[in-house]
């Protein structure tokens, strides 16, 4: 017998292998109609090797939703109607540690499933709270430190693999902390470590680098010699200095790194004022950092509509991830989560093939330059919003001195050696984009008036970037993509993704259908669409 539920899942069905053949995108209708694709699980395991999707059970989901067998089972439904075939494990968030009994049952439960399971660790509410963020602890506090050990050896004791979410860093002022700063020492234990500065910054990367390395690497080692554990940064890149994240250090010292590539809708009044293109920057600039180590990136719901919630997938596989996490099981049951997973289950095939055809192909386009610690003065996150202005860029850590064209915005100035290796750049003729603040701030005002050098009017706000017309985009386009061979006219908000091979992806930001034209070859793109060419 054929049921009604059987006819819709067919439908759907049908509609994603026309959508895969025929680059057409499911209708609103389609989508929600809630059906799954019969093979969505077979072909996310398939695939898996290519790209994963991955879901996390937090610690009070653990509690509240895996305390049992049918919970259990119902969790496990959902992942498989979703392609999840890795699921992470918390035991410690807010305060609240996870019984050893109910995470060994979810842990083996999963695992028998045949799920991927790996730990994860969120240290919130850890010990002596910062004098900033309630959520946040006091490092210094060595007693604060010990029970950071113990939380990691306990979970090193149920899990080969660990994720710590992205709330390891302080930014508590409390006079403990300005006594140590002021001496420039970091006290982990009985060990104490010199800074290089009195700055917070320096204070804070030197003591969670350290922190890390004794507290967390050394206390789960010692429990699980094989345990492997993940970094997850934030997506505030701008300032992982100001609260201790140390890029190069803590990639260096942990197995793997992950990253936030959560961007939410930008109108949204809590979450918003943040554009979709930060997780694809965030994304490639981390993963320059990482190479190999790193894996993936994790959104959530929060702030979201299906349009941005999908618009996170995209960025994220756009970005080179490898893995993609969907922030998490409890959120995604309620609010904006069910519908938001019900419209990404029926763009998975495209999402994985996209994911198939970036893994054999290099980006290319503008170099965009952000030393690591670099602080952005009245330019924060302005790489992003250069990003929806149609200007392809390949973000990098390190001075691109074989740029084909450059983008610099004031973070660039960290670089002790940047004027003079800017010389060089425009010597050779590379066409260059400054925006007006570091234009303001160069010694050599020779440079402003060659004919490669463009200046970005910013103007202190970079949102202001969102307002530019086609025409005022019209003449920093043509030079930064002569040498490419390429020509491209689109309104605002419309990203340019470049390859090697000559593929292009050309994703639509605006609610509105665009027409967008790359080396006279014109393209209508629905609004909050893309399209993909691959050659």
Known sequence: MITANRITSICVAVTLVLALCCGFRPTDGAEASGATPPSLWELCREKSSVHCFATLFSAQDVRDRLASEEGRQQAMEWC?????????????????????????????????????VSGCVTPTHVGKRSTGWNLISCYTDLKTQDRLAEIFA??????????????????????????????????????????????????????????????????????????????KYPQWYDYFHERGYDVIRQTADF????????????????????????????????????????????????????????????????????????????????GTGPRNVEVLRTHIPELLAVAEKIQTRQIIGVAAYKPPHSSPGREPYVYDFVGMLGI???????????????????????????????????????????????AGQLKNKDLLNRSNVHILPVQGDPHRLLKLTEKELAPFRTALLRPFGITFIAPNKVALYLFEDGSYVIENFNNDPVKAALNGQEHEIPGRGWIQVWK
């Not at 020492?185 to 003591?207: H, K, M, T």
């Not at 392809?392 to 940047?418: G, I, K, M, R, S």
């Not at 060089?424 to 066409?431: E, F, K, M, S, T």
Request: charge should be negative; proline fraction near 5%.
């Open 80 to 116: 498989r109607a979703t392609g999840v075939t890795h699921v992470f494990i918390e035991s410690f968030r807010d305060g609240y540690q996870a019984p050893r009994d109910l995470l060994t049952a979810a842990r083996d439960a999963f695992r028998q499933a045949g799920f991927e």
């Open 154 to 231: 306990y979970a090193a004791s149920l899990f080969d693999e660990i994720m710590i979410d992205d709330f390891l860093f302080t930014d508590c002022t409390c006079p403990e902390c300005q006594q140590a700063r002021a001496k420039r020492i970091v006290r982990i234990g009985d060990q104490e470590f010199p800074v290089n500065g009195d700055s917070w910054s320096a204070y804070r990367c030197e003591l969670m680098v350290q922190l890390s390395r004794i507290k967390i690497l050394q206390a789960a080692r010692k429990v699980n010699p094989n345990v492997r554990i993940i970094i």
């Open 255 to 334: 197995d793997r790194i992950w990253v936030g590539t959560e961007t939410r809708d930008y109108d949204d009044p809590r979450w918003g004022r943040t554009v979709q293109y930060e997780g694809y920057f965030i994304m490639r600039w981390l993963g320059g950092i990482g190479g190999e180590k790193c894996g993936g990136g994790w959104f959530d719901p929060f702030g979201t509509t299906e349009h941005t919630y999908v618009e996170q997938a995209r960025q994220t596989i756009l970005g080179g991830a490898r893995e993609t996490l969907l922030f998490c099981y409890g959120a995604l049951q309620r």
């Open 392 to 438: 392809p860029l390949v973000p990098c850590h390190e001075f691109p001195e074989n740029a084909q064209a450059a983008f610099f915005p004031v973070h660039a100035l960290t670089d002790p050696q940047f004027e003079e290796r800017l010389v060089r750049l425009v010597d050779c003729g590379i066409p260059i984009l400054l925006t007006d603040a570091l």
